[in-house]
Nanobody, 120 residues
Framework: QVQLVESGGGLVQAGGSLRLSCEAS????????MYWYRQAPGKQRELVAA???????IYADSVKVRFTISRDNAKNTVYLQMNSLKPENTAVYLC??????????????WGQGTQVTVST
């Protein structure tokens, strides 16, 4: 069993910052790519950022420069530093990871999400 647990969401004023964390735990052999997605009310889930095991990163165009994804492989944790937040960044932020379990099977796992609300 593998669990992903996000933390760090909350209410922030426009222009502020938040740092999200997502820790993977359980029967983990290795973690390949890790991802942050978000889903706003009435909208489709969208990829915000991704990071490979070798620390290569990609970002949605709308968050480039303002958001930074990073990971601590020793802690099985991925982070999302969000700066200069805008009201349109309000959403539930979910992390995902491609995990290989001890025993050999590999698949994507998802966290429950953390709410980020940016006020004007």
């Amino acid at each position: 069993q593998v669990q992903l647990v996000e933390s760090g969401g909350g209410l922030v004023q426009a222009g502020g910052s938040l740092r999200l964390s997502c820790e993977a735990s359980g029967s983990i052999f290795s973690i390949n790519s890790m991802y942050w997605y978000r889903q706003a009310p009435g909208k489709q889930r969208e990829l915000v950022a991704a990071i490979t095991s070798g620390a290569s990163t990609i970002y949605a165009d709308s968050v480039k420069v303002r958001f930074t994804i990073s990971r601590d492989n020793a802690k099985n944790t991925v982070y999302l530093q969000m700066n200069s937040l805008k009201p349109e960044n309000t959403a539930v932020y979910l992390c995902a990871a491609h995990v290989c379990r001890r025993g050999g099977d590999c698949r994507d796992y998802w966290g429950q999400g953390t709410q980020v609300t940016v006020s004007t």
